[in-house]
């Protein structure tokens, strides 16, 4: 069964009522939200999503909702509940759904340390995953949007690149596409097909939108991919569109960089990153203009040895 | 200037000069294009160094130890007309920018906790 499976009454009714697991990629989450817009954006984005109506075994039990104390007859709040606890403090009511996704991005970079993970959009096409770590803010998810809605590329992951340590595979986890202020923008012309849910003004990010995964990413997220590129983006307005080499040395130093469980994993964490280094062509990337990236990313892709131009 | 009698006594950079150098953290290595990322288990700290600091820690990995050898290692493929003269400008042309560039890698990797000089 998959989440679009369920009326809307019925997800209402699994998602009150903490029944509703959700399957994204490796890991199941035990999702329970009353709060109309996160069941809006559920219903949206991870309709494609496997699911089990049940209070079985999960690797996350999450929930969206009011606050229990006085506030939530004050002022209008969200809290985001993890195993019963309250990691974050409560946002303004009207970002439950944007809570729900950092939440999540939360649970699995704190938890899940059978894989190295690394703030990086990751995608794949012709079998070869290319990994495009980055900090907040460099354009990191406005070019996945673009490869992954226009450029042929299957989407793995937004935010959280799952490198399998043993093997440098990397794990699919295809879920919403987090954009930012004029990146909502950028893509809604880029793609016309991309499905956007609500925009969320005035959270701490500015104004957020979430494109939902591509079909394809969702339906084929079993599927992992071996390393063949690492590129550093990094948007500069006004620039023309520019890959050129970058030590392995320094790619393994931005991977660390972006790391989140790097020092966790100790000296598996830097012989994965050793390993994948070894497999992968590094490149910075600098664009302003996404029509641009996207073709640039696909003579990448079409290349044997890429040679910048 | 200050007299020194005792060896402990010494400046840093006469032990520097004249001491043994050996490893003295467990670290792992990566080396590509002659850039070297290494992380030091001790402060599970990740390090790039430069050419010239990763081959210094390779000399002493090799068993390397005195800036004589450990020049003699370093530069045998750089500029030096053989690994004999190296060796020399190392033992008695401190000012020499290669001696200088050696030694501020060792103090480096002191500094990192992968190498410590004492005289014996």
Redesign the interface.
């Known amino acids: 069964m998959i989440v679009g499976d369920l009326g809307p009454q019925a997800l209402d009714h699994c998602l009150r009522h903490g029944g509703l697991q959700i399957r994204t990629g490796p890991i199941a989450t035990n999702v329970r939200t009353s709060i109309a817009a996160v069941r809006r954006g559920i219903s949206l984005h991870y309709a494609q999503h496997e699911a089990e109506v049940t209070t079985g075994f999960a690797d996350f039990h999450v929930s969206v909702e009011r606050p229990q104390n006085y506030r939530r007859w004050i002022d209008r709040q969200v809290v985001f509940r993890f195993d019963g606890s309250q990691p974050f403090a409560p946002l303004p009511g009207d970002q439950g759904f944007p809570m729900l996704e950092w939440g999540l991005n939360w649970c699995v970079s704190s938890h899940c340390h059978q894989y190295l993970i690394v703030h990086a959009a990751v995608l794949e096409r012709d079998g070869r995953a290319l990994i495009l770590p980055a900090p907040s803010g460099s354009g990191k998810s406005t070019l996945c949007a673009g490869l992954a809605y226009g450029g042929g590329w299957r989407l793995l992951s937004d935010e959280l690149a799952l490198i399998e340590p043993a093997t440098c595979q990397l794990v699919a986890l295809p879920r919403p596409i987090s954009l930012k202020n004029d990146s909502i923008d950028v893509v809604q012309q880029f793609a016309p097909s991309a499905v956007f849910g609500d925009v969320v003004h005035e959270t701490v990010k500015g104004r957020v939108a979430h494109v939902r995964p591509p079909a394809e990413a969702v339906l084929r997220a079993s599927r992992p991919a071996p390393p063949a590129w690492v590129v550093l983006p990094r948007f500069a307005a006004g620039v023309a569109a520019r890959m050129e080499p970058l030590?392995?040395?320094?790619a393994?130093?931005a991977l660390?960089d972006n790391a989140f469980n790097?020092?966790v994993l100790?000296?598996r964490g830097?012989?994965a990153i050793?390993e994948l280094?070894d497999r992968c062509d590094c490149h910075e990337f600098t664009y302003s203009n996404l029509h641009e990236a996207v073709a640039m990313f696909d003579r990448l892709a079409r290349s044997e040895q890429w040679l910048p131009t | 200037m200050a007299q020194f009698h005792h060896a402990e006594l010494r400046p840093p950079d006469y032990v520097a000069e004249h001491g043994r150098w050996s490893l003295s953290g467990i670290f792992?290595w990566?080396?590509?294009?002659g850039?070297?990322?290494v992380?030091v288990?001790g402060t599970?700290s990740?390090y790039?160094l430069s050419t010239l600091t990763g081959e210094t820690l390779m000399a002493l990995r090799d068993g390397a130890a005195y800036v004589d050898e450990i020049a003699t290692r370093v530069f045998e493929d750089c500029t030096a007309p053989n690994p004999a003269t190296a060796a020399l400008v190392a033992r008695f042309a401190v000012a020499c920018p290669e001696t200088q560039s050696l030694l501020a890698a060792l103090a480096t990797l002191e500094a990192l906790g992968l190498a410590t000089a004492e005289l014996t």
């Open positions: 030590s392995r040395a320094r393994f130093m660390v790097y020092g100790g000296r830097f012989n050793g280094i | 792992d990566r080396e590509w294009d850039e070297f990322v992380r288990e599970a990740t790039m």
